[in-house]
């Protein structure tokens, strides 16, 4: 693969989705028999902090020179880079996570693939290129996450050296920022439980999430769900953010709107009284730990604390519901309440026989915002004697705009 001139190739991502007939969003290259001083000479941008990468003068598609890694230290930092002229293309794909990534396609379009990439995309086979996968944990995520865009399976061999590598505490290395960063794409993918149950299934997801690990098993319900456990009710509320193609926000509210009934004390099982809250306070813990920025963290708490109440929305008084409309700030995001109610429409579909239900609380919770979003707090307050009774007296309006909508709605 050796010539005098440096020599470019398509890795990764570009080379596997074109193989599988999607769409290719982003090319990464790779350049074989180069130095940092050449590829500057000819217009490239060097940006690459940890490693020579440079962005290409007119396209601004990255370019990394050739390169090993050699494992020093735990976590997914801890690496030595070489890079050389003499590092051939073989050895710069040796080092990449699964065989469907390490495949290369030349300026002819003929493709290097010396790790049967091919096959394991037709068989959709997710299998480590070498032994040296288990120096980077964060290649457990990534895994999660293919499963969770491709449905593809995992090797044996690699499930059981994703394992080992949990067992080795090498998933403890990881930093907050970067297990948000790849569950936040995970949640993202056509089936995102996928990411979740392989991080379960490589004993993952009880270091990374033990709060949602713990929900499988936990009986639900029976009235409700007779046939599913905690765990697989989250699953499958998560997959119908996905089918529904809700944004981020809703989907981290799936998965967590629930995690409170992983800690309802036995004695009241399968019940789960109080796990509203419970889910509340967790999720405080979880969006600490991992870093969750504000807009998730927020729809989710409210989502797990009032979607027991959404779900009762004819059983609520008028009062009850302006309370909700003032706890979820509607007045000044109803954006938000659209996507707590969407977050709740999974969580009622979620059920085995479910997935297709028609969730008319929506619609009457709309109309009810509708009603209360009408009233004009200027004018209550421009006819309001004493200035010290006009948010009573907004609230008395919305109070009686909601009752009457309420009354209105078959």
Not at 132 to 150: N, S, T
Not at 174 to 188: D, F, H, K
Not at 232 to 247: E, N, Q, R, S
Not at 312 to 333: G, H, Q, Y
Request: hydrophobic letters at 40%.
């Amino acid at each position: 693969m050796r010539s005098d001139e440096p020599q470019i190739y398509c890795v990764g991502g570009a080379v596997r989705d074109r193989l599988l007939g999607l769409p290719v969003k982003d090319h990464d290259w790779v350049v074989v028999g180069s130095t940092p001083e050449q590829m500057e000479a000819q217009g490239f941008k060097a940006v690459g902090s940890d490693f020579p990468v440079f962005l290409h003068p007119k396209t601004h598609e990255e370019y990394a020179l050739a390169r090993t890694e050699r494992k020093v230290a735990q976590g997914y930092k801890g690496f030595t880079v070489y890079t050389s002229p003499d590092v051939t293309l073989e050895q710069d794909l040796l080092r990449r996570d699964f065989t469907i990534n390490a495949i290369a396609q030349d300026e002819h379009g003929d493709l290097i693939d010396p790790h049967g990439g091919q096959a394991d995309l037709k068989a959709g086979v997710l299998r480590h290129v070498s032994e040296a996968f288990a120096e980077d944990p964060v290649r457990i995520l990534r895994g999660a996450r293919f499963a969770a865009r491709f449905g593809f399976t995992f090797a044996p061999e690699t499930l059981e050296l994703m394992r080992t590598m949990v067992r080795a505490g090498e998933v403890d290395a990881l930093v907050a920022e970067r297990v948000w960063q790849e569950l936040s794409r995970g949640l993202m993918e056509q089936h995102p439980s996928r990411f979740f149950t392989t991080l379960r299934e490589c004993g993952a997801l009880q270091k990374i999430l033990p709060e949602l690990d713990v929900m499988f098993g936990v009986p639900q319900n029976p009235t409700y769900h007779p046939e599913i456990d905690c765990g697989v009710h989250a699953m499958m509320v998560l997959d119908d953010t996905a089918k529904h193609g809700y944004p981020l926000e809703v989907r981290f509210a799936a998965l967590g709107h629930d995690l409170g009934k992983g800690n309802t004390p036995a004695d009241i099982l399968p019940r789960h009284i109080g796990h509203e809250m419970r889910s509340v306070d967790l999720l405080k813990g979880v969006c600490e730990r991992l870093r969750v920025p504000a807009e998730c963290r927020d729809l989710a708490a409210l989502v797990a604390r009032y979607h027991g109440n959404i779900h009762r929305a004819k059983e609520l008084r008028a009062d009850t519901i302006v309370k909700l409309f003032d706890s979820c700030d509607l007045w000044r995001k109803p954006e938000r309440f659209a996507l707590i109610l969407q977050a709740c429409e999974s969580d009622a579909r979620g059920r085995t026989g479910h997935e297709n239900d028609a969730y008319p609380q929506t619609a009457y919770f709309l109309r009810c915002a509708a009603a209360a979003q009408a009233v004009n707090a200027g004018d209550i307050a421009r006819a309001c004697a004493d200035k010290m009774f006009i948010a009573d007296k907004v609230r008395e309006a919305r109070i009686a705009a909601v009752e009457r909508a309420t009354m209105s709605i078959d």
